[in-house]
């Protein structure tokens, strides 16, 4: 099978869970939902530029999808801290 074949048909069905994260940021029914939401999103374009990278041979996209995802993880737990109240 072939490799990009097999990279748009992932990422169509990682941007249509997207989709779903994104009602779920603006109709969550607490600020924990809409945080895990947003913390999703990250991970899954993080995912999307690893699979990019790796399909078109570049180690860029590599990089900058573990920092996406570094970064949301650092914001999720900033913003978890936040409303516990020990930040």
Same mark, same amino acid.
Do not use: Q
């Given at each position: 099978? &072939?490799? &990009? $074949?097999?990279?748009?048909?992932?990422? @169509? +069905? $990682?941007? +249509? /869970? #997207?989709?779903?994260? +994104?009602?779920?940021?603006?109709?969550?029914?607490?600020?924990? *939902?809409?945080? /895990? #939401?947003?913390?999703? @999103? *990250? @991970?899954?374009?993080?995912? @999307?530029?690893i699979l990019f990278g790796t399909t078109e041979g570049r180690a860029m996209f590599l990089d900058l999808g573990l920092i996406i995802t570094l970064l949301g993880f650092i914001g999720t737990v900033l913003i978890s801290k936040y409303l516990e109240g020990e930040l």
């Amino acid at each position: 099978m &072939n490799m &990009n $074949l097999i990279f748009t048909v992932v990422s @169509i +069905i $990682l941007a +249509i /869970l #997207a989709l779903v994260l +994104i009602y779920r940021v603006f109709k969550g029914p607490t600020v924990i *939902d809409r945080v /895990l #939401a947003a913390d999703s @999103i *990250d @991970i899954i374009l993080g995912v @999307i530029m690893i699979l990019f990278g790796t399909t078109e041979g570049r180690a860029m996209f590599l990089d900058l999808g573990l920092i996406i995802t570094l970064l949301g993880f650092i914001g999720t737990v900033l913003i978890s801290k936040y409303l516990e109240g020990e930040l």
